[in-house]
């Protein structure tokens, strides 16, 4: 059982930054991909970007937002720069436990979710 935290969300101005972070429970955190999806309301849940032995981006937030992991601390991150309202949405990490995770932007793949943070872009 992984037990995933998220914070960093907050309100930010079109053309900011916000770093969204994730911390995980457990000893096995280098084994699991990492990811992070987001939901705005009304529309699906859909997926960021996520980490495993490489990087994926959706292409909607690619060249603006970095995701990026450090194993020692089971802490995922998410640097967002550039933020547009379209942006505005809960952003929820994930982890799947697998070491042969390519890049499905499926977020029924994964296991495990956080509680979700709240990111908001004023225009």
């Known amino acids: 059982q992984v037990q995933l935290v998220e914070s960093g969300g907050g309100l930010v101005q079109t053309g900011g930054s916000l770093r969204l972070s994730c911390a995980a429970s457990?000893?096995?955190?280098?084994?699991?991909?990492m990811g992070w999806f987001r939901q705005a309301p009304g529309k699906e849940r859909e997926f960021v970007a996520a980490?495993?032995?490489?990087?994926y981006y959706a292409n909607s937030v690619k060249g603006r937002f970095t995701i990026s992991r450090d194993n020692a601390k089971n802490t995922v991150y998410l640097q967002m720069n550039s933020l547009k309202p379209e942006d505005t949405a809960v952003y929820y990490c994930?982890?799947?436990?697998?070491?042969?995770?390519?890049?499905?932007?499926?977020?029924?793949?994964?296991?495990?979710w956080g509680q979700g943070t709240q990111v908001t872009v004023s225009s």
């Open positions: 980490i495993r032995w490489t990087t």
């Open positions: 457990g000893r096995t955190f280098s084994s699991y991909a």
């Open positions: 994930a982890a799947l436990r697998t070491p042969y995770y390519s890049g499905s932007p499926d977020p029924r793949l994964f296991d495990y």
